[in-house]
Nanobody
Framework: QVQLVESGGGLVQAGDSLRLSCAAS????????MGWFRQAPGKEREFVAD????????SYADSVKGRFTISRDNAKKTVYLQMNSLNPEDTAVYYC???????????????WGQGTQVTVSS
């Protein structure tokens, strides 16, 4: 398995931007498709974005399409989530996840980070 550590969360104002990072350990990072999920208080964990092993293919939840961008650097074993035009509805704990398969459901991913809090004030 791959170990994942997220960073970059924080408290921002509506309209601001943040970039989350997820650093992976292990030698096979490029073998994993990577995803970002988020969980707001009292809500289920939801898919945000994912990216293929090579970075060629990406997909996004409708709620973030056009505002968020997922990318990866396999040499640095890191996946990023650039978040622009943040609004209070984006407030959540953001999780990085890895899978050797493909999908947008939580159960499609076998490795998870500990999460990083993003809070957007109005």
């Amino acid at each position: 398995q791959v170990q994942l550590v997220e960073s970059g969360g924080g408290l921002v104002q509506a309209g601001d931007s943040l970039r989350l990072s997820c650093a992976a350990s292990g030698r096979t990072f490029s073998s994993y498709n990577m995803g970002w999920f988020r969980q707001a208080p009292g809500k289920e964990r939801e898919f945000v974005a994912d990216i293929s092993r090579t970075g060629v293919s990406t997909s996004y939840a409708d709620s973030v399409k056009g505002r968020f961008t997922i990318s990866r650097d396999n040499a640095k074993k890191t996946v990023y989530l650039q978040m622009n035009s943040l609004n209070p509805e984006d407030t959540a704990v953001y999780y990085c996840a890895a899978t050797t398969g493909w999908g947008t459901r939580s159960y499609d991913f076998g490795s998870w980070g500990q999460g990083t809090q993003v809070t957007v004030s109005s």
